[in-house]
């Protein structure tokens, strides 16, 4: 399962996962200090550019537009090609009186209520992702939080609770208590002996009662102590009827679902902590601050078609999406952020065993669809004050907004997140298709769905035609004989985005590998 280097702890871990699961486990795991912060310890200090030295960016993304801020104030000439009519790429929000068009020749117009929005790509933003957050605040970028996880929210599995969806806290606190009781019941059958003294058994026993709600024979059972947390029947009042009634936990069987503690443990990743931010009135809130930045510097509607290299510079071929103009660009050096589903269809000068990295990655995709609603009736109708609910049905979840809480009105939640094949089952639908999926797979948690449904979009990242797919996929067999080619300098070439990473598809790895790429490429050019 997990590896440690002492032995003792080896063994100790192994015995608690055993016994008392992942959440065990991860706690044990995060005591011993197994989990770390990005790698960002401030800005790239570059110094002594040569007076003239220019830099040619391909790509208005993040990685891009970071590069070019960044080289802009240490002296180089910076200028950007982008291939789409707007900067930020994949930091992306649509709004009302937006259009997208896709590769299939659909055409969706966001009919959005003003101040209401959909994030596509990234949308949240972890606490330890400290280059993101450092270049919010240099920027300016308001920030608020973002709920990612709320017990209230429910969770629905076809294999367990007979297909009912229940509460997060209901699964959350029956998962904990059925894991303390068999891990009180190993304890007592002398199952943890080569492991544990016998002060630490009276110790682990004691803690199980207290984290598990055990009752007096160690065992999770029904009554107002579990209902505490999980919930109750009929909560706690005033007057004389004011005797709260003991909710009725689930079986063991049903928690050990894997979509159950899946979802249960998902809280107990760095990554997926319960509160993280999000920019106020969108995530491309970061990419306008950015933008605003190279004013001037960001050629927009512009299709690379070949990038050529010699020991002088580098010629960068391009198409104007608009008028269908060709021309050139000439620069010293070049910072390529093209996604790489692009990017291998360019004619690109590198080095063999670059083209074949770039060749190598698989990307993969996702769906989301944002269903505008009447009202806010997840507030107003169950207490669920944003955060997920999550099914195994391919929808994946439903994401309520963080923001506008209360506000009379119209709202948007995400109808749909979808992953992995059903991605790409989303994709072959029409977009009408596939807010009808959304609607009828989002009806098994509210039965006010249709009756609140005013309008939607759906966003199909392999049916964008700037890109075709949504992130990169990297795999250990991949990474060997290719991430080192990827993200080396070649001649005058480097590379960036969240592919030259192991990160993967958040924006602080696009950030990351551009600060990486950039001060690598600034030595290259002192050198040159």
Known sequence: MYEFEMPSRRALLTAIGKAGGAAALYQAMTALGHAAPTQFSGPPKLSGAKSGAKVIILGSGLAGMLAAYEMQKAGYQVQILEFQNRPGGRNYTVRGGDVIKEVSGAVQEVKFAPGNYLNPGPWRIPFHHQALLHYCQELGVQLEPFTQYNLNGYLHTDKAYGGKPQRLAEVSVDFKGHIAELLAKAVNKNALDDTLSKEDKEKLLEAMRGWGLL????????????????????????????????????????????????????????????????????????????????????????????????????????????????????????????????????????????????????????????????????????????????????????????????????????????????????????????????????????????????NGVAVSWSQLPWIQACASSWTDELRAPHYQNLVSVDGRVVLAGEHCSYIGAWMEAALLSSLDAITRLHQRALAA
Not at 403 to 415: D, E, M, S, T
Request: charged share 20%; hydrophobic share 35%; glycine share 10%.
């Open 215 to 454: 009752d007096k024979d160690m065992a999770y059972t029904s009554g107002l102590r579990a209902s505490s947390q999980r919930g109750y029947d009929r909560p706690p009042g005033g007057g004389v009827n004011g005797a709260p009634t003991p909710s009725t936990i689930a079986g063991l069987q049903d928690v050990l679902d894997p979509r159950v503690w899946s979802a249960v443990t998902s809280t107990l990743s760095r990554t997926m902590q319960p509160t993280m931010f999000q920019p106020v009135g969108g995530i491309d809130a970061i990419g306008k601050a950015f933008a605003r930045k190279l004013e001037g510097k960001i050629r927009l509607n512009t299709k690379v078609t070949k990038i050529a290299q010699d020991d002088k510079g580098v010629t960068i071929a391009w198409t104007d999406a608009v008028n269908g103009m060709k021309g050139e660009t000439k620069a010293d050096f070049c910072v390529c952020t093209i996604p790489l589903p692009m990017l291998s269809q360019i004619e690109v000068q590198v080095a063999p065993a670059k083209k074949a990295a770039i060749d190598a990655l698989p990307y993969h995709s996702s769906c989301k669809v944002g269903l505008e609603m009447k009202r806010r009736f997840w507030e107003q109708d169950e207490q669920i004050y944003g955060g997920h609910s999550f099914t195994t049905q391919p929808i994946g979840e439903i994401a309520y907004p963080s923001y506008g809480f209360f506000k009379p009105g119209p709202a948007v939640l995400l109808g749909a997140y979808a992953g992995g094949a059903h991605a790409y089952r989303f994709a072959a639908m029409t977009p009408a298709e596939r807010i009808e999926a959304a609607l009828a797979q989002g009806s098994v948690f509210h039965k006010q769905y249709r009756a609140e449904y005013s």
